[in-house]
């Protein structure tokens, strides 16, 4: 899944999920993630809306290195992300997620949504709110 990564209107990053994906693929967009959030304080938008879903093998190859990587830097995203919002066209994947993240919660708010717009609006209410920038 090679990510393009738009960060034009920083603290606000886009992540957008292209094609297939490959744990070499998924490395360098958490790689690039990191990166990111460790310039500071940030909101992302992860657009999978053109992204084409793995099989399952690879999907649970793909959850286990995210696992990995959100427990690594539990710390840094306390810190500097406010919050996220994933943009998943499918209903029954926005479920699954919805359902993973009350069982393990992100360090930060989020939502997940179908709608590109609703999301980008979500994340920049966060950015403008004051007790999101203190």
């Known amino acids: 899944m090679p990510a393009q990564f738009d960060d034009n ?5 886009v992540v957008r999920m292209l094609g297939a994906d490959s744990n070499a693929d998924v ?5 690039g993630l990191a990166r990111r959030i460790a310039r500071g304080r940030c ?4 657009d999978t809306s ?4 793995p099989a399952l093998a690879q999907a ?8 990995q990587w959100l427990r690594a830097r539990q ?5 500097n992300l406010l919050g996220v ?3 998943i066209t499918s209903p029954v994947v926005r479920f699954a997620l919805s359902s993973v993240l009350l069982i393990a919660p992100l360090p ?8 590109l717009l609703e999301g980008r609006n979500y994340c920049l209410q966060l950015l403008r709110t004051p007790a999101s920038r203190s």
Request: charged share 15%.
């Open 85 to 87: 919002a994933f943009i």
């Open 75 to 79: 710390s840094l995203l306390r810190t």
């Open 27 to 31: 490395e360098a967009m958490l790689a």
């Open 50 to 53: 053109q992204m084409i879903h």
């Open 60 to 67: 649970q190859e793909n959850v286990r290195l995210e696992g």
């Open 43 to 46: 909101a992302v938008v992860f």
């Open 108 to 115: 930060a708010q989020h939502m997940v949504t179908g709608e």
């Open 9 to 13: 209107q920083w603290p606000l990053v």
